[in-house]
């Protein structure tokens, strides 16, 4: 079978940030002013009055402490509570576009690749600024790449999806070297006025260059060892919106078309799922999770984390052994564990070996063993 490695890695990152404090004296007013404008029907029962929140409590629940974001101004407005983001003529480069452009050139750098070298483009997200034409069409007009490209979406776990679906193509010929892009504004489907769920997410944008061994010239290779991806369907991680949308007016402006999930749920179903399928594919491999020096993992929740890389280690791993980024970025959907790969493999030597796995919505499971060159 041809070996295919990692050859470059690229991140994006948003010159905007909101600190925990900042997010929650925007959500307390906010708070504030829904129950004055309501606070006859408040008083009578109808509705219930919406209840402060605190940076420690969001930092308990998840271990996030600041996320980096597109626009802050809007988020931070209590009378608004939405990122700003003005639409562009078509004629002008996409904000998505713009974001894997920049994460791009840096993986292109890294693994030392040209435009004239890449024949494939996967932007793999959870959410895409339009139907078509394609982002990875854009993208890679922008770069001026030939070839061909397409979207696709696995939610928090598309990069781990186009990892496989890039290595794949290598695999059969169909592509000799695969840029994959991981733009994800998750701002845009975040309901800042949820509680529970405000704190969750930040922007970003990772770059994975995929490609056969026998042609990669970069100082820094990491040969897919194996790649597993499973789904199971469930609806305790959601977003209802769609083109489908305006066709019943009853559903605009809902809940549901923003992010909503069932945390508890999800947090007792896939922490059990992601950790047998790791501890299944290393058995497979004849590899001792001992042997394992990182655990590059989804970056939603620090406590799943925790769980997840203890039943697979059989041990509380240490911080070396499964690095948080969620403290800085929060949850970047399908980044978060490029985002973790990107920023802690500088100590790997040739033969070492890693994991990176990502976990959400669908459920989608993916996880990649890599080994260093």
């Given at each position: 079978m041809?070996?295919?490695?990692?050859?470059?890695?690229?991140?994006?990152?948003?010159?905007?940030?909101?600190?925990?404090?900042?997010?929650?004296?925007?959500?307390?007013?906010?708070?504030?002013?829904?129950n004055?404008?309501?606070?006859?029907?408040?008083?009578?029962?109808?509705?219930?009055?919406?209840?402060?929140?605190?940076?420690?409590?969001?930092?308990?629940?998840?271990?996030?402490k600041?996320?980096?974001?597109?626009?802050?101004?809007?988020?931070?407005?209590?009378?608004?509570?939405?990122?700003?983001?003005?639409?562009?003529?078509?004629?002008?480069?996409?904000?998505?576009?713009?974001?894997?452009?920049?994460?791009?050139?840096?993986?292109?750098?890294?693994?030392?690749?040209?435009?004239?070298?890449?024949?494939?483009?996967?932007?793999?997200?959870?959410?895409?600024?339009?139907?078509?034409?394609?982002?990875?069409?854009?993208i890679?007009?922008?770069?001026?790449?030939?070839?061909?490209?397409?979207?696709?979406?696995?939610?928090?776990?598309?990069?781990?999806?186009?990892?496989?679906?890039?290595?794949?193509?290598?695999?059969?010929?169909?592509a000799?070297?695969?840029?994959?892009?991981n733009?994800?504004?998750?701002?845009?489907?975040?309901?800042?006025?949820?509680?529970?769920?405000?704190?969750?997410?930040?922007?970003?944008?990772?770059?994975?260059?995929?490609?056969?061994?026998?042609?990669?010239?970069?100082?820094?290779?990491?040969?897919?060892?194996?790649?597993?991806?499973?789904?199971?369907?469930?609806?305790?991680?959601?977003?209802?919106?769609g083109?489908?949308?305006?066709?019943?007016?009853?559903?605009?402006?809902?809940?549901?078309?923003?992010?909503?999930?069932?945390?508890?749920?999800?947090?007792?179903?896939?922490?059990?799922?992601?950790?047998?399928?790791?501890?299944?594919?290393?058995?497979?491999?004849?590899?001792?999770?001992?042997?394992?020096?990182?655990?590059?993992?989804?970056?939603?929740?620090?406590?799943?984390?925790?769980?997840?890389?203890?039943?697979?280690?059989?041990?509380?791993?240490?911080?070396?052994?499964?690095?948080?980024?969620?403290?800085?970025?929060?949850?970047?959907?399908?980044?978060?564990?490029?985002?973790?790969?990107?920023?802690?493999?500088?100590?790997?030597?040739?033969?070492?070996?890693?994991?990176?796995?990502?976990?959400?919505?669908?459920?989608?499971?993916?996880?990649v063993?890599?080994?260093?060159?």
């Amino acid at each position: 079978m041809t070996a295919i490695v990692i050859s470059g890695t690229g991140l994006y990152t948003p010159a905007e940030s909101i600190s925990n404090e900042e997010l929650v004296a925007s959500f307390n007013a906010y708070v504030d002013l829904y129950n004055e404008e309501h606070a006859a029907a408040i008083g009578a029962g109808d509705l219930p009055a919406l209840q402060h929140s605190s940076a420690e409590f969001i930092e308990k629940a998840s271990g996030i402490k600041s996320r980096y974001v597109m626009n802050k101004d809007g988020i931070l407005d209590p009378r608004r509570m939405v990122p700003y983001l003005p639409e562009r003529a078509n004629e002008e480069q996409s904000i998505q576009c713009e974001m894997a452009v920049q994460a791009a050139s840096q993986a292109m750098a890294q693994a030392g690749k040209s435009a004239a070298d890449i024949d494939m483009v996967i932007v793999a997200a959870s959410n895409m600024q339009r139907a078509y034409p394609a982002m990875a069409v854009e993208i890679q007009d922008a770069l001026g790449i030939k070839g061909f490209g397409f979207d696709m979406n696995v939610a928090c776990s598309s990069a781990t999806f186009g990892m496989q679906q890039a290595r794949d193509a290598v695999a059969s010929g169909s592509a000799s070297c695969v840029l994959m892009l991981n733009p994800e504004i998750c701002s845009g489907h975040l309901n800042f006025c949820d509680r529970d769920s405000h704190f969750i997410f930040g922007d970003v944008c990772t770059a994975v260059i995929i490609e056969a061994a026998q042609q990669a010239t970069s100082a820094d290779q990491y040969l897919i060892l194996d790649s597993k991806l499973q789904t199971i369907y469930s609806n305790n991680i959601r977003n209802n919106f769609g083109f489908l949308n305006r066709c019943d007016a009853t559903g605009i402006g809902q809940p549901d078309k923003l992010f909503v999930q069932e945390g508890r749920k999800v947090f007792k179903e896939v922490c059990p799922a992601v950790a047998s399928q790791i501890s299944a594919q290393l058995e497979r491999l004849e590899i001792d999770p001992e042997d394992i020096k990182r655990l590059w993992l989804h970056q939603a929740n620090l406590n799943m984390n925790q769980l997840i890389s203890r039943r697979v280690l059989g041990r509380e791993a240490t911080a070396e052994e499964a690095p948080t980024i969620l403290d800085e970025y929060a949850n970047t959907s399908s980044a978060g564990s490029v985002i973790a790969f990107h920023k802690h493999r500088a100590d790997f030597r040739s033969g070492e070996l890693g994991v990176l796995c990502s976990f959400g919505a669908g459920y989608s499971i993916g996880s990649v063993v890599l080994r260093k060159v």
